[in-house]
């Protein structure tokens, strides 16, 4: 048996249909950056041959503790992880996607995959953000409607080749509520500058992060903009190509990539106070 944990967005939760769907005896959990760390250490890891982590990293100190108790498999993209490299068994790549990356593991393992790739591919084209398939913003919409559980049970059961007519519903109907929601909260956020002079703006939205940042660094040509969920306790983090957030989301525990990154947030909440404790404002 593996436990497998990996992140549960779009990306992270199909790294779970491939093992879902391959190698079968596995245990899948989907959590945030901020959890990953209590998961590993509360493992029984009598009860697994290994773990799998995709999508995401433990902290040095978390893994250095379960470290020689049980065989440590990591596989990630971000800038993160990247000293896990030869540290354990890792597959560490910042121009693919986890789910990509997974997808290859598996075929290198001698799982024909072969069925997945345009599943693998679609959602590589939508969490590398290079957008050149109409159908991966789509797929991200379907995955958000579903949900983990729903998406993980559709797609391990049988591969992408094009939307039923029913998910086809569901994603023309979502489409049409993204593009007013996401106009609306544009219109419900603040600018301001940040201690390096870059502009930012500051926006509540529980939904969408990607579509809505860029929206707004392209329409109102901010630097970067923090994305504040009070519903999940998370802020998302998006920025125009040349301006790196991805340290912004590590100092506060979280992490991502240079243009697409976020952290979790437990404290009591108070706006201005927020953004001085995060570094997005100066503590005068």
Known sequence: MILH????????V???VLTKKFIRDVDNIFCNYNEIDDILLNVDTTAYAEILITDMSPSQKAFQQVMGDIQIIVIDHHESSKWLVGM???SHDIKKCATLLTYEWLKQSGYDVSAYKELVECVNDFDMWQLK???SLQMNMLFMKLGVERYLERFSRRPFTGFTDDEQLIVDLETERRDKYIHAAAKSGFALKDPDDLDVFVVF????????GN???KELEMDYVVIINMQRKKVSLRSRQEVDIR???EQNGGGGHKNAAGFS??????IMDFLRECGVIDEG
Do not use: P, W
Not at 205 to 212: I, Q, V
Not at 265 to 270: A, H, L, S, W, Y
């Open 265 to 270: 947030f437990d404290f009591d909440f108070g």
């Open 133 to 135: 398939r109409k159908d």
């Open 14 to 16: 199909t790294c779970g």
């Open 247 to 249: 340290l912004l989301a």
């Open 215 to 217: 929206y707004i660094i």
């Open 205 to 212: 939205a529980e939904e969408y992060s990607s579509e809505l």
């Open 5 to 12: 944990i990996s992140h549960n967005d779009l990306d992270g």
């Open 88 to 90: 354990t068994e890792t």
